[in-house]
């Protein structure tokens, strides 16, 4: 059977974000697909008994997008958002068992997102964005100005965020207008009610100067509207907030610090009444926050469960809430894509490298979403090997050859750099490294030192370099990746040396941009929505003065620094053939930094080629038009083929 091709974009599918029932016997999850005429995602809620005695069941329409689909308490009623035709997501309930039609609960001009119901299910709360009226106006010539006076204004993917803030509302069953809970220039997220329904709590920075930094709290509010009160000491980051079942206390998820970046996400428990509080997972040296986001930590009795990074994988763990113990494995999941758990009943989504993401309950399948797809495409698992780096480092990494592998061939090879830098590569379906293994390449990946899914100092190992922090990025991270590429050239003798390319995003495209700024020993290179001017990056991004948790000190502060450390101060040294890949509404590193780049290899007279995406996001590759994605994989086959087929 033949490999995967870059149409094959458009038959992926999955089943994710898992909700039992009550009565733990049915789950509800999303089905998500690529409309055949149209080449638009789309996505419906289905259903399946627990114990697989029926097939699943569609039950919305999924005209366009419909998801989040969450059981009422008594099981009669599934609540999910759903976007139809040009509106924003609104708020919807469906009778659980039918027969019946959804009702629409809400008529907002801005999405719907994150619905919880009240513990009586009598209502639901959620966030929106509030609306701006100058968005109303379609002649950009009439529009007023922004004036803007905070940070963080603008979200890549969301666009401008300043008049367009989450706020917490709520909602009855019986339609009428949605109550807004809180106000004020702030973002208010996560919204989860307590066990008797009197409250709600929620996450938000509504400190002085709150938009300079990256610390939040947790906040309760009364649920009939009020003053918020913070429980929470405003020293780090906090979100995914959930009750515990007497309603005494409340479990969230802490990134401890400001400009102290990556640390990992800590589980603590606080004390409502008294502010005290218990971090549970401190001696697991793991994130709790894996990426991307899954869902909050569920409470289960006496315990919370949670999921973790750890070596390229996502299994969940579950801890005693009173501190008494050690967190503990209880399910090894390799790419997690949701779960959950009700009166001992366990599901989840799972994504392999070879498979889609279907509901599993134990090592028995739900659902086999991707059947007809993997039936007649062959999908390559990876292979781990480890290399060393000059200092002694041992650093994981994997191959993935291609379909139909003959040993006695030579294969060129690319090394894909992911982005972050605090992420990792892991054991789930990754259609980039199908589609250049389909095309004939062997793909070399690896989780070098910055990386998230290992210890904190491993993560925190290119801090700096101002202060005593580390060697900043492009240093030992760097180091890594030149040993796994020289491990694997050593190790598989059917890798053509002659014959590799280099490519990655975002910090992965800094890293390409880097290296063959500091080697020509690849044949070619390709950077994709790359941060390659730091200083400017650090000013113009959405997430403008994060470069100072990473390198200790702000662009005017250490500017020397940032150049010395920024591929655009090394780009007269770069001979490689380089293809730049950029989305033009990127607003996490803005297109500028594609641009610099071109124009200063092409006025050097070097070979380099700029394409350019419209209406497309730093979210391309994942979330971005299927037709855009078809095209960027094109286009990378081409260059590639140019370069290393000759």
Known sequence: MRGMRPDDVYRLTNAVDPRLSPDARTVAYVRSWIDDGTHEPRSAIWAVPVDGSAEPRKLTAGAKRDATPRWSPDGRWLAFTSARGDDAAQLFVLPADGPGESRQLTHLREAVEGPVWSPDGSRLAFTARTHDPGDDEDDPSKRLPRRITRLQYRLDHEGWTEGRVHHVFVVGLDGVDPVQLTDGDHEDEWPAWSPDGTTVAFTSARHPDWDRGTANDVFTIPAGGGEPRRITATDGGHLAPVWSPDGGRIAYLFFPGEFDDPRHARLVVV???????????????????????????????????????DEGRVPLYAVPADGSGAAVPIADVAGLAGFDLVDGTFVYSETTPTTMADVKVGDRRLTDVGAAFTADVTLTEPE??????PDGTEVPAWIVRPPGFDPNETYPAVLSIHGGPFTQYGERFFDEFQVYAGAGYVVLYANPRGSSGYTEAWGRAIRGPVGDHGPGWGSVDYDDLMAVTDEAIKRFGFIDPERMAVMGGSYGGYMTSWIVGHTDRF???????????????????????????????????????????????????????????????????????????????RALGREVEFVRFPSESHELTRSGSPTHRVQRFEVVLEFLATHLRG
């Open 271 to 309: 004390d409502i009444a008294s502010g005290d509080r218990s971090i549970l997972t401190e001696g697991l040296d793991r994130t709790a926050a894996p990426y991307p986001m899954v869902r909050a930590p569920i409470w289960d009795g006496d315990g919370i469960v949670f999921p973790i990074e």
């Open 523 to 601: 044949r070619c290179a390709i950077s994709e929505r790359a941060v390659n001017d730091i200083a400017s990056e650090d000013g113009s991004s959405d997430i403008g003065g994060f470069f100072k948790g990473y390198i200790g000190a702000y662009p005017w502060e250490a500017p020397e620094v940032y150049r010395a450390i920024s591929p655009l101060t090394y780009a007269a040294d770069i001979t490689t053939p380089l293809l730049i890949l950029h989305s033009e509404e990127d607003l996490r590193c803005p297109i500028n930094q594609g641009e610099q780049l071109f124009t200063m290899l």
């Open 384 to 389: 781990s090997f480890t290399a060393v780096s």
